[in-house]
């Protein structure tokens, strides 16, 4: 094995390419099969625009921790492209899953992209509302996010944050410049220490979001600029996905964002028992599950997520099974 063997990364082909597109339901005028000859400016609209259509048309979940018979998670780009394009049943996964998807995406198309480790802060979690988290302890490396370079500018691209709060355009690494975020929303890049570091002088990105103008910012998760490889992953992965202290384990959710003439409007989430649909900081519940039978017509109906009838079984003697 060689060094360039070690660096080497998965692609797609572009007949993979154009079935991607046609999943993300990218309009026509949009689709290329390479940046190029496409000059900064246009590589950088086209990378928003991929964000965009691919948070709205594949959902952040954690079904296949819960409604499956392995409760095997896989990061193998072939085997992503199968399960979130191929089979046409709605799926997607979680942020080591589809981030890892958009990245080779990207890579496919001919971006400069590399992936990073980050640490979500405790006030950013589904659980925070019902355990009472509001910051300002981080966890440990459980999240996966993109870094793509443009005309030697580099750009945080994450489409695994899920709900509301995520990054739903490319944000420049820049310090402290406020970018709009959904609806009435803003987010940020700080470069700063945390308050779990020993060292305070050893400064991180720290990915923060706001609901309004008048609100506070919330921590999101930080990182460094340092590139994690396919093995850390595996190790982050296995870890989230089987320790009983991660709420993946013990919840189930699904996120879909919303688009409206061609801006990300808000988001339905469906988490454990209920069914909610957030527009621009309204938030109406669309419906209360009482039954596995319920929930599983819910991720139908509101998020176009179609099970099959042995991942509806896998669910069974779970905690996570609505009895």
């Given at each position: 094995?060689?060094?360039?063997?070690?660096?080497?990364?998965?692609?797609?082909?572009?007949?993979?390419?154009?079935?991607?597109?046609?999943?993300?339901?990218?309009?026509?005028?949009?689709?290329?099969?390479?940046?190029?000859?496409?000059?900064?400016?246009?590589?950088?609209?086209?990378?928003?625009?991929?964000?965009?259509?691919?948070?709205?048309?594949?959902?952040?979940?954690?079904?296949?921790?819960?409604?499956?018979?392995?409760?095997?998670i896989s990061r193998e780009p072939q085997h992503l492209f199968e399960r979130f394009v191929a089979r046409g049943d709605g799926r997607g996964?979680?942020?080591?899953?589809?981030?890892?998807?958009?990245?080779?995406?990207?890579?496919?198309?001919?971006?400069?992209?590399?992936?990073?480790?980050?640490?979500?802060?405790?006030?950013?979690?589904?659980?925070?509302?019902?355990?009472?988290?509001?910051?300002?302890?981080?966890?440990?490396?459980?999240?996966?996010?993109?870094?793509?370079?443009?005309?030697?500018?580099?750009?945080?691209?994450d489409v695994g944050f899920g709900g509301s709060g995520a990054p739903i355009d490319p944000i420049r690494l820049v310090n402290d410049q406020?970018?709009?975020?959904?609806?009435?929303?803003?987010?940020?890049?700080?470069?700063?220490?945390?308050?779990?570091?020993?060292?305070?002088?050893?400064?991180?990105?720290?990915?923060?979001?706001?609901?309004?103008?008048?609100?506070?910012?919330?921590?999101?998760?930080?990182?460094?600029?340092?590139?994690?490889?396919?093995?850390?992953?595996?190790?982050?992965?296995?870890?989230?996905?089987?320790?009983?202290?991660?709420?993946?384990?013990?919840?189930?959710?699904?996120?879909?964002?919303?688009?409206?003439?061609?801006?990300?409007?808000?988001?339905?989430?469906?988490?454990?028992?209920?069914?909610?649909?957030?527009?621009?900081?309204?938030?109406?519940v669309l419906a209360k599950l009482s039954s596995e039978d319920e929930r599983v017509e819910a991720l139908r109906k509101y998020l176009g997520?179609?099970?099959?009838?042995?991942?509806?079984?896998?669910?069974?003697?779970?905690?996570?099974?609505?009895?």
């Amino acid at each position: 094995m060689t060094l360039a063997d070690l660096s080497k990364r998965d692609s797609y082909d572009p007949e993979q390419i154009r079935q991607y597109f046609d999943r993300i339901s990218l309009p026509q005028e949009y689709c290329r099969s390479s940046i190029d000859a496409a000059t900064s400016e246009e590589q950088l609209s086209f990378l928003t625009k991929l964000m965009k259509y691919h948070l709205t048309s594949i959902p952040f979940e954690n079904l296949e921790l819960h409604y499956s018979q392995s409760k095997v998670i896989s990061r193998e780009p072939q085997h992503l492209f199968e399960r979130f394009v191929a089979r046409g049943d709605g799926r997607g996964g979680r942020c080591m899953e589809t981030n890892c998807l958009f990245g080779t995406v990207l890579r496919s198309l001919g971006f400069d992209v590399y992936s990073i480790g980050a640490r979500v802060n405790e006030a950013a979690q589904p659980v925070a509302g019902m355990k009472g988290w509001k910051g300002p302890r981080h966890d440990g490396w459980n999240h996966m996010i993109n870094i793509v370079t443009i005309d030697g500018k580099d750009y945080l691209v994450d489409v695994g944050f899920g709900g509301s709060g995520a990054p739903i355009d490319p944000i420049r690494l820049v310090n402290d410049q406020p970018t709009p975020g959904i609806g009435s929303q803003s987010v940020r890049l700080l470069l700063s220490g945390i308050p779990d570091n020993t060292r305070s002088d050893k400064q991180l990105w720290c990915y923060q979001f706001r609901r309004s103008q008048d609100s506070p910012w919330i921590p999101g998760y930080s990182f460094t600029e340092v590139e994690f490889l396919p093995q850390d992953y595996v190790m982050m992965s296995f870890f989230t996905s089987n320790s009983r202290t991660s709420w993946f384990t013990y919840r189930v959710v699904c996120v879909k964002h919303l688009m409206e003439n061609g801006e990300i409007i808000g988001e339905v989430t469906l988490f454990e028992r209920e069914v909610k649909r957030r527009i621009k900081g309204k938030t109406e519940v669309l419906a209360k599950l009482s039954s596995e039978d319920e929930r599983v017509e819910a991720l139908r109906k509101y998020l176009g997520v179609k099970l099959t009838q042995a991942e509806i079984l896998g669910i069974r003697g779970m905690i996570t099974e609505i009895l």
